[in-house]
């Protein structure tokens, strides 16, 4: 792991953001207070916006990495759904997250690029995009990792009254999933794999 306090830059959507939850119950809250539980003043900071799609998220990036006030040890983004629900093609949804990876890649922080397993109702319109982001992440010597456990999305224990998004359970069990692998890419940044 990093010898200094890890700075996390969680980039993305909804899932992101934290819609319908408190700030204490987002992904980069939870986030951070597990990688706190190990390392003491760990942050996580928030820049997601719901509704973004790639291309949305692209066009704010330049903003988000203005603002930052030091390099961040590892940027997780996580985008794309809403580009399969408002129909974008994927071959612009694929050059945007190779801009969005480029970009992060230009200022030297590491990406972790998460995934969705559709729900079986949008299965028959993600074909297309299905192989996108692990393709965009090998190009970049990005790491890869679900987004959600095996389980947890669409799990009617799990979601929203809006019947998709996730709860604060179900983003728990998120970053349960992901802390191993957000470790092991903090690791890979502290010793100087490119991103």
């Not at 203005?66 to 809403?82: C, F, S």
């Not at 965009?136 to 947890?152: D, E, R």
């Amino acid at each position: 792991m990093p010898t200094n306090v890890p700075l996390v830059l969680a980039f993305g959507d909804s899932l992101v953001a934290g819609y319908g939850l408190s700030a204490a119950d987002s992904f980069p809250a939870q986030l951070q207070r597990r990688l706190g539980e190990r390392f003491g003043g760990a942050r996580v900071i928030n820049a997601g916006v719901s509704g973004n799609t790639s291309a949305d998220a692209l066009r704010r990036l330049p903003g988000v990495l203005t603002r930052l006030t030091a390099r961040p040890d590892l940027a997780i983004v996580q985008i794309g759904a809403n580009d399969v629900l408002r129909g974008l093609a994927p071959a612009q949804t694929r050059t945007n997250l190779d801009a969005i990876l480029a970009e992060f890649g230009r200022c030297g922080i590491r990406v972790l690029l998460t995934t969705l397993e559709p729900p079986p109702f949008l299965q028959a319109r993600t074909g297309a995009y299905l192989t996108i982001h692990a393709e965009v992440a090998a190009a970049h010597g990005a790491a890869l990792a679900s987004f959600f456990p095996a389980g947890v999305l669409g799990h009617p224990a799990m979601v929203l009254a809006d019947r998709i998004h996730p709860n604060w359970a179900a983003i728990q069990a998120v970053v349960s999933h992901l802390l191993p692998v957000v470790e092991n890419a903090l690791k890979a940044s502290a010793s100087g794999l490119a991103a």
